[in-house]
């Protein structure tokens, strides 16, 4: 009904947490409840911070009570482990409604899709559970997954997923932000790790909702950029085997939609362009900024400027491009 719980109510609430017991805890009944609450379509992130906030939530779940309150030393993270697991189910949640469309659009796109949902947002739940052990807390929460996803009625095979994607929920962005995605064997290497589309998907979106979740402003669209550059590069490994010829393949798609684009171009010129980059540019970059770069470009050849520069402010990325058309000479990039 969508209705909050009174301050009275959550102060009894606090003073009977006595009776949330290894009894209950063990209970299959308290325990679907739990998993309902967890999952449900209406809110969950307000019932779960009320639960937290009157101590039923580390009660019941106990693992979870070592991170209440717990600090994140670092210059990203503006709230405690559990107000942001809290926040992120919040977020995730956000995603399903539509909330979020414009913001995270990838992201929302999939949500709706999974086959897992239930899979998901324990794995959220979860992903910072080991945190504060002085240990890897992804290893750690995995652990505590295994443990967890039983009591809570999961089948062997969905808590199997479930810590796959606490231990590993660290790879999608360690790999989008630091290290190469133009590089075939970083797709590689990230393919390997994660063997399925689904298992894909279920990466992303915990992802995008764990980023989302750690503070104001640390999200932005330059980083959404990157995560669905390698989520395609990736996708099109798991869905149908591609080599490097599909690699191919896709080059020659963006050289000919540029082709397109380029109505009051010569062929000639046209060909002479297209001619023109490494495979990792044609797969960076969308059609339209192809076509800006190709005029910023021609522009620069027929006024015979030896050096041209361009910027511009892409506010959804945040981030200021700027664009450089030089001989290229050792070194070049240092003296820039």
């Known amino acids: 009904h969508e209705l909050d719980v009174h301050p009275h109510a959550l102060r009894l609430i606090t003073r009977s947490l006595t009776r949330i017991d290894a009894r209950l805890r063990a209970n299959p009944l308290a325990n679907r409840y739990f998993l309902e609450i967890l999952t449900s379509r209406k809110d969950p992130g307000t019932t779960l911070r009320r639960m937290n906030e ?36 919040g977020i995730l949640s956000g995603m399903e409604s539509g909330e979020f469309t414009e913001e995270l659009p990838l992201a929302t796109k999939i949500v709706g899709d999974l086959l897992s949902r239930e899979v998901l947002y324990l794995a959220l739940f979860l992903h910072d559970i080991g945190k504060g052990r002085g240990g890897n807390h992804s290893i750690i929460g995995a652990q505590i997954a295994r443990k967890l996803g039983p009591r ?74 990157l995560m669905r550059a390698l989520y395609d590069e990736a996708a099109a ?67 015979q400027r030896t050096f041209a520069f361009d910027a511009r402010v892409d506010h959804f990325r945040a981030v200021t491009e700027i664009t450089i058309y030089c001989p290229d000479h050792h070194g070049l990039f240092a003296g820039i």
Do not use: C
């Open 237 to 303: 490994e798991l869905s149908a085997g591609r080599t490097r010829l599909d690699r191919k393949e896709r080059v020659k798609a963006a050289k000919d939609a540029l082709r397109a684009a380029l109505t009051d171009w010569p062929e000639d010129k046209k060909e002479t362009h297209v001619g023109r980059g490494y495979p990792s540019y044609w797969l960076s970059f969308d059609t339209d900024s192809h076509a800006r770069h190709a005029n910023f470009i021609r522009y620069a050849d027929e006024e």
């Open 152 to 225: 809570l009625g999961l089948s062997f095979e969905d808590t199997e997923t479930v810590a796959w994607l606490v231990e590993h929920h660290l790879l999608f962005s360690n790999t989008a932000f630091k290290r190469d995605i133009g590089d075939p064997r970083t797709v590689q290497d990230f393919v390997e790790v994660v063997q399925s589309l689904e298992r894909l998907r279920l990466l992303l979106v915990l992802t995008v909702a764990d980023i989302r979740a750690v503070g104001p402003r640390v999200w932005n669209g330059w980083k959404g950029q």
């Open 54 to 89: 009157a101590g039923v939530l580390g009660r019941f779940i106990l693992d979870f009570g070592r991170v209440v309150a717990q600090m994140q030393h670092d210059m990203y993270h503006v709230y405690t482990v559990d107000e942001h697991t809290v926040f992120a189910i």
